[in-house]
């Protein structure tokens, strides 16, 4: 396992936009699946959108749709995601998930311990009213 680094995270007022980065630490093999989680104060971990690097499918939860996106520099083993019209209850850690097999991008971010092996550390988003 190759640890991940998140970058990008910070201070927003609603409204506003913030595109983080995720990319492994050092070299390692294709990372064929991807994923962003968050998690709030006091409040699970849940999916965000998550990719598979080598076919390009990609899938955001519905409840973010629209505002979030999801996207890869595939020589880079990196991948972004872009957020728009921040609002408050998107504060919180987002983290980075990466997996060398592939997946199915939606059942991914429902059944994380199935197919991520390599986590990073996170990175905060505070979105202020």
């Known amino acids: 396992q190759v640890p991940l680094v998140e970058s990008g995270g910070g201070s927003v007022q609603a409204g506003g936009s913030l595109r983080l980065s995720c990319a492994p630490s050092?070299?390692?093999?294709?990372?064929?699946?991807m994923g962003w989680f968050r998690q709030a104060p006091g409040k699970e971990r849940e999916g965000v959108a998550s990719?598979?690097?080598?076919?390009?499918?990609?899938h955001v939860v519905d409840s973010l749709e629209g505002r979030f996106s999801i996207s890869q520099d595939y020589a880079k083993n990196t991948v972004f995601l872009q957020m728009d019209s921040l609002k408050p209850e998107d504060t919180g850690m987002y983290y980075c998930?990466?997996?060398?097999?592939?997946?199915?991008?939606?059942?991914?971010?429902?059944?994380?311990?199935?197919?991520?092996?390599?986590w990073g550390h996170g990175t905060q988003v505070t979105v202020s009213s």
């Open positions: 998930a990466a997996a060398r097999g592939s997946c199915p991008p939606g059942a991914a971010l429902e059944t994380p311990s199935i197919y991520f092996t390599d």
């Open positions: 050092a070299y390692t093999p294709r990372l064929q699946c």
């Open positions: 990719i598979y690097t080598r076919g390009g499918n990609t």
